[in-house]
């Protein structure tokens, strides 16, 4: 035998699979393969892989994920690791000397905006590891959040062309498509299908993603008439329904184009469902609850209730009576926001205007709704605050709390908020219906995938169970005191921090020092999350370094991570400030090797997974009552970082499993925030703190130049004078400042005792295990999925 034969007698079938296909692909061999070349081919191999389980669970109650993103980063590394071919990849690259980075180089994050879909894509990870059926629905978007850039400080958006190097993970289903309806427009949604590959590779889900294509490819008949704009208008009237995802991560208030989205997927799907049960049951619909458990991941998809209504009555000869108590038990509906800006409400007009045919049913769903109030005694003045429809607006998460047997919140106190105030008639009305469910996230990405060395070091404690229980990362406490293993474990920390310093030495071109602590605030742009409290902080220590005030301070890079929506004035005024205290900062020999701040160039999930393993303060400073979870926060954690965070969120519970002792807890807790807020007077505190008075007037003092723009300004009024719509330092920044940077110091002097620091950061890790998406998923499916 040749060794050439040898050779690839000793190769897996995977393996074979890869050079085959390059070899048929591109008439190539591995060493001579560019990169694209190479992530095609093992894709390619991989799909093989997953195609043997797809789709295997087909029996019992299917549960449909629906949700308007699905953030599931790079599909590649971890669609490898799942399927246990990660191994086998690097080998056979290695072999043809080849780096297994490359594949890293091509594929970009894909869809969503920040936390609602990267939990959409922690989900549906979680389900499919333990065999549970659970599909995702969403839209193909042909552009997904923008690529953020800076120039001069300033932030700037360009395409996402995500599809650029082609798709490999999907496969379009031509002959599963169906179609949409709207006034005076109709088109084809198309699918394509993502395996979504279970931990072990046993279970492999799917996430239908749809895409919109017109009824009718080219019209020849206008073409021929030499009307060529026209000829193409309807295609491009179609594809602009998925051609990109909407940027803003709380509303985008009337945009008729995100209502057609909206009802575009929410259709396609359930024309999906009905037809695939019509197929098992024929027409007889009351089974269908147990078939389908449906999921509204925010009211985004909400527009499903009066549609799937629409369907029964209007094609399945259903009465109300018949069709509302299925649908109500079909449907569950998950909040994750506080915020009454967020909250979604179409304006009557234009429901009416883009799908009359889906408004019929929901003045039927308000009628109902009205019968139903009456019957409790809750009359005039009263309905108010439950009403559907108020005269000019359809109050979407109203419509979804009344057509869901579930409503639940995403950590605890966001769920005792939604009680308290911003659901709270309904649960008044309906207190039944809500629930709590705590986030989590998905180990085998945050931990196990991102964070090799890690994982390895607790593996070789406790086993691997960890990685399908996360619970078991308790035993890891056993080792708390012993010296070798916080070695090694500050050692791992040490090396990631220099993964990261090499990474951003390549990509921003900026030289940082291992040697500093790293402390991180990385999630979206939003006056609620604070960036701007964080930058004064950092404003004023670096005058107080330069005035001697502070001693002994451990030198800190400063990191940020963050994507502002294009049109939010007041967020891209917080990056460029920031930029500009970056650039004091840098420019000033008195702070150098003390401090640094950077930040990092379009922060998404690929950036997470580098940023994570090498955080050591987590910083978590939203205004209690702002966050609703959180997820990074136990991102972080689960790396081994503290967390430095107000009582708001998950960040509550983070603290109730670490201990309080073992992060870094500060500022005004809900309750006294509400009891201030009427009174609450920030000008008083800027005028009696001189050094928060100094940090806020560097906005409009001179210190920085906005360019001209008028941003800081702006970001000052807001403070001291109220915007627009709201009062003054809406969100404690003044209130909370003394306690954020006493706090922050306490956490920075006790860095210089590594023993203690470290125990803290190992401490957090080892109790990160109820924070696993696993027991969220396992929580959805026993208490409202399973219908008992
Ligand atoms: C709505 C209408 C029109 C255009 C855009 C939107 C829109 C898009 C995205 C509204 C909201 C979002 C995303 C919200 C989000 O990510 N919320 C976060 O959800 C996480 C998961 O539950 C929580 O951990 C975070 O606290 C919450 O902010």
Not at 179 to 198: C, M, T
Not at 506 to 524: C, M, N
Not at 658 to 679: P, V
Request: proline share 3%; glycine share 8%; net charge neutral.
């Amino acid at each position: 035998m040749t060794s050439e034969t040898e050779k690839r007698n000793k190769m897996s079938q995977f393996q074979k699979d890869v050079i085959s296909f390059l070899r048929l692909q591109y008439g190539k061999a591995l060493a001579e393969a560019d990169a694209t070349e190479i992530y095609h081919s093992v894709s390619a191999a991989a799909m093989c892989q997953a195609r043997k389980n797809w789709g295997r669970l087909e029996e019992g109650k299917k549960v449909c994920y629906f949700s308007a993103e699905f953030l599931v980063g790079r599909l590649v590394s971890g669609n490898l690791v799942n399927l246990g071919l990660a191994d086998q990849t690097e080998e056979l690259l290695r072999e043809n000397g080849v780096d297994a980075s490359v594949l890293e180089e091509i594929e970009d994050d894909a869809l969503g905006n920040g936390g609602l879909g990267r939990l959409a894509a922690c989900f549906l990870d979680s389900a499919a590891t333990h065999g549970i059926a659970m599909n995702g629905y969403g839209i193909r978007y042909r552009y997904g959040l923008f690529r953020q850039s800076f120039e001069n400080g300033f932030q700037k958006e360009t395409a996402d062309r995500w599809l650029r190097f082609g798709d490999p993970w999907s496969v379009r289903r031509e002959d599963e498509r169906v179609r949409v309806d709207f006034k005076g427009q109709s088109v084809w949604a198309v699918p394509y299908d993502y395996p979504v590959i279970g931990y072990g590779g046993r279970t492999v889900n799917t996430m239908r993603l749809w895409q919109a294509e017109p009824m009718e490819e080219f019209r020849f008949d206008l073409f021929n008439e030499q009307k060529y704009d026209k000829a193409y208008e309807e295609r491009n009237r179609a594809e602009a329904i998925s051609a990109v995802l909407y940027p803003n991560d709380d509303t985008d208030a009337g945009k008729r184009l995100r209502l057609k989205q909206q009802y575009f997927f929410s259709s396609a799907s359930l024309r999906d469902l009905v037809k695939k049960y019509e197929g098992k049951y024929g027409g007889d619909f009351s089974h269908f609850s147990e078939e389908y458990a449906i999921q509204l991941n925010d009211t985004h998809p909400v527009v499903s209730i009066p549609e799937l209504l629409r369907i029964f009555m209007e094609e399945k000869g259903m009465s109300f009576r018949q069709a509302f108590p299925i649908i109500r038990q079909t449907f569950a509906y998950t909040n994750h926001t506080v915020m009454a800006e967020a909250l979604e409400k179409w304006s009557v007009k234009l429901f009416r205007s883009v799908i009359p045919q889906v408004y019929r049913y929901v003045m039927m769903l308000q009628r109902s709704l009205l019968k139903a109030l009456e019957q409790k005694g809750i009359t005039g003045q009263a309905q108010a605050p439950y009403l559907i429809m108020d005269g000019s607006l359809v109050h979407m998460a109203r419509m979804a709390v009344y057509g869901s047997h579930a409503v639940n919140g995403v950590a605890q106190i966001h769920t005792e908020i939604l009680k308290k105030s911003v659901l709270k008639e309904w649960y008044q009305l309906t207190p039944e219906k809500f629930q709590n469910k705590t986030n989590g996230i998905t180990q085998r990405k945050w931990l196990l995938q991102c964070n090799p060395a890690l994982s390895r070091f607790i593996t070789e404690r406790i086993g691997s169970g960890w990685i399908t229980h996360l619970d078991q990362l308790k035993k890891m406490e056993r080792f708390q005191n012993d010296p070798e293993t916080l070695r090694r474990f500050g050692e791992i920390k040490r090396r990631n921090k220099q993964v990261l310093a090499d990474y951003i030495e390549k990509v921003e071109g900026v030289t940082v020092s291992p040697d500093f602590l790293f402390d991180v605030q990385a999630k979206r742009l939003h006056e609620y999350k604070r960036q701007l409290l964080n930058a004064f902080s950092i404003l004023d220590i670096y005058y107080g370094l330069k005035e001697g005030r502070i001693a002994g301070f451990t030198p800190t890079l400063f990191l940020f991570g963050a994507k502002a929506a294009p049109g939010y004035f007041r967020a891209k005024g917080i990056i460029k400030y920031i930029s500009e205290i970056a650039k004091l900062i840098d420019g000033d020999p008195a702070v150098r090797g003390r401090m640094q701040v950077l930040f990092l160039t379009n922060y998404g999930v690929s950036y997470a997974e580098k940023l994570m393993p090498a955080a050591e303060i987590s910083e978590q400073i939203s205004t209690a009552g702002t966050e609703a979870s959180g997820t990074s926060n136990m991102k972080f954690m689960l790396n081994g970082a503290v967390t430095l965070g107000t009582y708001d969120g998950a960040n509550i519970e983070i603290v109730e499993q670490a201990g309080e002792d073992n992060n870094y807890i500060f500022g005004a807790r809900i309750e006294e925030i509400e009891k201030i807020r009427e009174s609450y007077d920030p000008v008083k505190l800027y005028q009696s703190n001189p050094r928060l008075r100094r940090a806020v007037d560097s906005l409009v003092d001179g210190t920085f130049s906005d360019g001209g723009t008028g941003m800081f300004r702006e970001l000052y009024d807001a403070l001291l004078k109220g915007a627009s719509w709201h009062q003054p330092d809406h969100y404690f920044l003044l209130k909370d400042f003394d306690s954020y940077q006493e706090t922050r110091l306490r956490a920075n002097r006790e860095y210089q005792n590594p023993e203690l620091f470290y125990r803290k950061c190992y401490l957090n890790m080892a109790n990160a295990g109820k924070f696993s998406s696993d027991r969220t998923i396992r929580q959805y499916y026993e208490e409202i999925w399973s219908n008992r």
